[in-house]
């Protein structure tokens, strides 16, 4: 069964912290491709980035960088000196591409990030 | 160019009742998706159209749930009649090509 964990339920830091927001996915599909999602008190959900499994470099957007880890079966989000804009429900999510990649998303549970000033 | 947009953003009905939702996908969007959050609980898939057709409904709870996408625009979630537990917000999210869903802000449904 495919499934998504994010252990940490709310992360507190204050501004120019660094942070790591941990995702851990079970599935048994090789092909498959993984997300984040950002969502801000406004209330949609902002794509991110999306990963598929066949590649595993690490990835840096600016403050945002991500560390993908197939013998961990780990997908992490780091924001590097973050900031206030910051604090909002983040979402780790895995789609499999088996038999055609559909759109449909297992999310996590989701991580609150509160960024104070 | 215009996002997602859903419609309410809030609706609060009493047990019994019916509520419909509304989703307008990005233009020219094939893939529209329906997803719902219950309270602390994850997101989860309802339903997947293509244009109008339903490509994939295996998350709709039960045949309260009716999900329509006519002329493969903007779809509409009815639920009749609502009881407690579908409380919770109701996102819709459409995509070109699969690989990078757009959402909406979702509706927030109580039912009392």
């Known amino acids: 069964a495919q499934k998504v964990t994010q252990a940490q339920t709310e992360i507190s830091v204050v501004e120019k912290e660094d942070v790591t927001l941990d995702c851990v996915y079970e599935?048994?599909?090789?092909?498959?491709?993984l997300f984040w999602y950002k969502q801000p008190p406004s209330g949609e959900l902002v794509f991110l980035i999306r990963r598929n499994s066949f590649d595993e470099q690490n990835e840096i957007s600016g403050r945002y960088s991500w560390n993908f880890q197939k013998s961990t079966s780990s997908f992490n989000f780091t924001i590097t000196a973050s900031q206030v804009v910051d604090s909002a429900v983040y979402f780790c999510a895995l789609s499999e591409a088996q038999g055609g990649n559909t759109g449909k998303l297992i999310f996590g549970q989701g991580t609150t990030l509160q960024v104070k000033p | 160019e215009a996002g997602v947009t859903q419609f309410p953003s809030h609706s609060v009905i009493e047990k019994g009742q019916t509520v419909t939702l509304r989703c307008d996908p990005i233009?020219?969007?094939?893939?529209l998706y329906w997803y719902r959050r219950v309270m602390g609980k994850e997101i989860k898939f309802l339903l997947h159209?293509?244009?109008?057709?339903?490509?994939?409904e295996s998350g709709m709870p039960n045949n309260r749930f009716l999900a329509e996408r006519t002329g493969g625009t903007y779809s509409t979630l009815k639920v009749q009649p609502a009881e407690l537990e579908d409380s919770g917000v109701y996102f819709c999210?459409?995509?070109?090509?699969?690989?990078?869903?757009?959402f909406g802000s979702g509706t927030q449904l109580s039912v009392l």
């Open positions: 999210a459409s995509s070109q090509d699969r690989s990078k869903l757009f």
């Open positions: 233009s020219g969007h094939d893939n």
């Open positions: 599935t048994r599909d090789t092909t498959y491709y």
């Open positions: 159209f293509v244009k109008e057709s339903k490509q994939d």
